[in-house]
T-cell receptor, first 108, second 115 residues
Framework: AQRVTQPEKLLSVFKGAPVELKCNYS??????LFWYVQYSRQRLQLLLR??SRESIKGFTADLNKGETSFHLKKPFAQEEDSAMYYC??????????FGTGTRLTIIP | GAVVSQHPSRVICKSGTSVKIECRSL??????MFWYRQFPKQSLMLMAT?????????EQGVEKDKFLINHASLTLSTLTVTSAHPEDSSFYIC???????????FGPGTRLLVL
């Protein structure tokens, strides 16, 4: 069965410091990985997906099949990055399995 | 602007009553919608896939007679929690797939509290 693990429930980072949110997955097929973000009092929204290889709001994530990881990174944290971040895996017919989420707090 | 709406945003009901939650796709037609539930401080768990014009597909462990899904049109799916009990209290979220963008858009969620 597919599984997504986000080991950190809470992460605090100083403004300007690098950010890395960890995500590991287990899935026997070829997964599609996503990062979703939920800002305070807003709905869940897509941040980025591995197949597009984009950098969104300065964030990047590389799929490492050897380590079964999809860590989210940003070189310089900004206050507006404070939010809840969910890693998710898609398995057939667009169904998503979510990790438990990491609450990122940027310290001014 | 919002692509997906949910109504109501929150509801309180007595144990034993049924509650209907609506999910609407505002900007495009959606043949597939998903229903998730989220307990406090936990992740979103997929409950079922709502298919327009056919029966919903439920995930393992989700009672289809408890959580009735109707996807009667290309812009509306409803989730009815039948004979609600306090353990059904949760945050229910729907999502809609925009096939052209291969992207899921999420609704704002409905908070259900069963007393």
């Amino acid at each position: 069965a597919q599984r997504v693990t986000q080991p950190e429930k809470l992460l605090s980072v100083f403004k300007g410091a690098p950010v890395e949110l960890k995500c590991n997955y287990s899935y026997s097929g070829s997964p599609e990985l996503f990062w979703y973000v939920q800002y305070s009092r807003q709905r869940l929204q897509l941040l980025l997906r591995h197949i597009s290889r984009e950098s969104i709001k300065g964030f990047t994530a590389d799929l490492n099949k050897g380590e079964t990881s999809f860590h989210l990174k940003k070189p310089f944290a900004q206050e507006e990055d404070s939010a809840m971040y969910y890693c998710a895996l898609s398995y057939g017919n667009e169904k998503l399995t979510f990790g438990t989420g990491t609450r990122l707090t940027i310290i001014p | 602007g919002a692509v997906v709406s949910q109504h109501p945003s929150r509801v309180i009901c007595k144990s034993g009553t049924s509650v209907k939650i609506e999910c609407r796709s505002l900007d495009f037609q959606a043949t597939t919608m998903f229903w998730y539930r989220q307990f406090p401080k936990q992740s979103l768990m997929l409950m079922a896939t709502s298919n327009e014009g056919s029966k919903a597909t439920y995930e393992q462990g989700v009672e289809k007679d408890k959580f009735l899904i109707n996807h009667a049109s290309l812009t509306l799916s409803t989730l009815t929690v039948t004979s609600a009990h306090p353990e059904d209290s949760s945050f229910y979220i729907c999502s809609v797939i925009r096939l052209a963008q291969e992207t899921q858009y999420f609704g704002p969620g409905t908070r259900l509290l069963v007393l």
